[in-house]
């Protein structure tokens, strides 16, 4: 389960009813706390889940409130005290001296759930049953199915968050192939194998409007009133570049973990390597890292291998022969003066860091 949390905007009415709702169940909490107390001090005998949830439609009967809130929401709060006292039994058990379940002030009780349905997002519209619909500011696309929705106050306002279900591992047949990886300049990536995974179109794009956008955010008046609008556009710009990113590097690693059951990579000390200005690539470096943060995660789900080398010389050395052919980073070409090797840079460094990864570990597999 993966939590996204996103800030809501509710209307006043809205607002209203959340915390109306919160109220009530912090109510109920106290009363189910109430009751397990008491049986517990006169007969010795605890109060299950079942038995107090089995009370809400008598109480319903006899509390308008009480039956304006969704039923699941109700049953969540009673739920939440059996995992109280679920924990507090165990630590007894363990020999330990917990504190008893305490009852909960304003200040302590700050959320109530949606365990499975009574809510739908659409968009960016939230709508909870028996309390009505309310914006929230999606940061950032919610991925996968969401089971629970809690809906959170804090001293900066409401917010939900939604328990979402990780897409499951899919099921990937061995290759018997590995690969060497190289981050591109001009590209995004070069393999051991010679394919060349270049930038989308639709990327760059976005990359160009996001630096138009940067500009003209500079060009305006510190304070004014259209520098805040020119602010506002470089932010949504830069959340279309950083979503349209994730999903390229989400396809481009499925590929890549869908070809090869080993992928090494180098080493890159990205902090160091974005500070360096001859490479003055700063954001794409940054990415990079993140590209294979998500490949290795995808790896690990499909039982693959990302394997880290050391990145020193990589584009110098020839892949053929090993002799070490000093070239700046604006050549594009090894020519080795050992072989006559004639290869592109990034292929010939991506063919090293698979050979280097091949005496780290023993891939197997032959090197191309
Ligand atoms: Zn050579």
Same mark, same amino acid.
């Given at each position: 389960?993966?939590?996204?949390?996103? !800030?809501?905007?509710? /209307?006043?009415?809205?607002?209203?009813?959340?915390?109306?709702?919160?109220?009530?169940?912090?109510? $109920?909490?106290?009363?189910?706390?109430?009751?397990?107390?008491?049986?517990?001090?006169?007969?010795?005998?605890?109060?299950?889940?079942?038995?107090?949830?089995?009370?809400?439609?008598?109480? !319903?009967?006899?509390?308008?409130? +009480?039956?304006?809130?969704? /039923?699941?929401?109700? =049953?969540?709060?009673?739920?939440?005290?059996?995992?109280?006292?679920?924990?507090? @039994?165990?630590?007894?058990?363990?020999?330990?001296?917990?504190?008893?379940?305490?009852?909960?002030?304003?200040?302590?009780?700050?959320? @109530?759930?949606?365990? =499975?349905?009574? @809510?739908?997002?659409?968009?960016?519209?939230?709508?909870?049953?028996?309390?009505?619909?309310?914006?929230?500011?999606?940061?950032?696309? *919610?991925?996968?199915?969401? !089971?629970?929705?809690?809906?959170?106050?804090?001293?900066?306002g409401?917010?939900?968050?939604?328990?979402v279900?990780?897409? =499951?591992?899919?099921?990937?047949?061995?290759?018997?192939?590995?690969?060497?990886?190289? +981050?591109?300049?001009?590209?995004?990536?070069?393999?051991?194998?010679?394919?060349?995974?270049?930038?989308?179109r639709? $990327?760059?794009?976005?990359?160009?409007?996001? &630096?138009?956008?940067?500009? !003209?955010? /500079?060009?305006? &008046?510190?304070?004014?009133?259209?520098?805040?609008?020119?602010?506002?556009? $470089?932010?949504?710009?830069?959340?279309?570049?950083?979503?349209?990113?994730?999903?390229?590097?989400?396809?481009?690693?499925?590929?890549?973990?869908?070809?090869?059951?080993?992928?090494?990579?180098?080493?890159?000390?990205?902090a160091?390597?974005?500070?360096?200005? /001859?490479?003055?690539?700063?954001?794409?470096?940054?990415?990079?890292?993140?590209?294979?943060?998500i490949?290795?995660?995808?790896?690990?789900?499909?039982?693959?291998?990302?394997?880290? *080398?050391?990145?020193?010389?990589?584009?110098?050395?020839?892949?053929?022969?090993?002799?070490?052919?000093?070239?700046?980073?604006?050549?594009?070409?090894?020519?080795?003066?050992?072989?006559?090797l004639?290869i592109?840079?990034?292929?010939?460094?991506?063919?090293?860091?698979?050979?280097?990864?091949?005496?780290?570990?023993?891939?197997?597999? +032959?090197?191309?």
């Amino acid at each position: 389960m993966k939590a996204y949390k996103y !800030k809501l905007k509710p /209307s006043k009415r809205v607002a209203q009813q959340l915390d109306s709702t919160l109220n009530l169940c912090r109510e $109920l909490y106290n009363a189910a706390l109430q009751e397990r107390r008491d049986a517990y001090r006169t007969t010795g005998k605890s109060v299950s889940y079942f038995d107090q949830a089995l009370q809400l439609p008598e109480i !319903k009967v006899e509390r308008a409130d +009480v039956s304006a809130i969704h /039923s699941q929401v109700l =049953q969540d709060v009673l739920r939440r005290i059996d995992r109280t006292y679920s924990a507090f @039994f165990l630590r007894c058990l363990k020999g330990q001296n917990p504190g008893f379940p305490r009852f909960k002030s304003r200040d302590r009780y700050h959320s @109530f759930t949606y365990p =499975q349905t009574g @809510f739908k997002l659409v968009g960016n519209k939230l709508s909870l049953s028996k309390i009505g619909s309310v914006r929230l500011r999606l940061s950032r696309p *919610v991925e996968g199915r969401i !089971k629970t929705c809690t809906i959170k106050k804090q001293v900066d306002g409401w917010f939900c968050v939604f328990a979402v279900e990780e897409n =499951q591992c899919p099921f990937i047949p061995r290759t018997g192939e590995a690969a060497g990886l190289d +981050v591109g300049i001009e590209s995004f990536a070069t393999l051991s194998t010679g394919e060349v995974i270049e930038n989308p179109r639709y $990327l760059r794009k976005a990359e160009r409007e996001l &630096k138009i956008a940067q500009r !003209k955010v /500079s060009k305006k &008046k510190r304070g004014g009133r259209n520098r805040k609008k020119a602010v506002r556009v $470089l932010a949504k710009k830069h959340l279309k570049v950083a979503n349209q990113r994730r999903d390229f590097f989400h396809k481009t690693a499925n590929q890549i973990i869908r070809g090869f059951d080993c992928v090494a990579v180098e080493d890159l000390n990205i902090a160091g390597l974005v500070k360096n200005p /001859s490479l003055a690539k700063g954001i794409s470096d940054a990415a990079w890292g993140t590209f294979i943060q998500i490949l290795s995660n995808k790896a690990a789900c499909a039982g693959r291998r990302v394997l880290k *080398v050391p990145a020193a010389f990589t584009s110098q050395d020839c892949s053929r022969c090993g002799e070490r052919v000093k070239k700046s980073l604006a050549v594009r070409e090894h020519r080795c003066i050992g072989c006559d090797l004639v290869i592109h840079r990034d292929h010939n460094a991506a063919i090293n860091i698979l050979g280097r990864a091949d005496r780290l570990v023993r891939v197997n597999t +032959v090197t191309r």
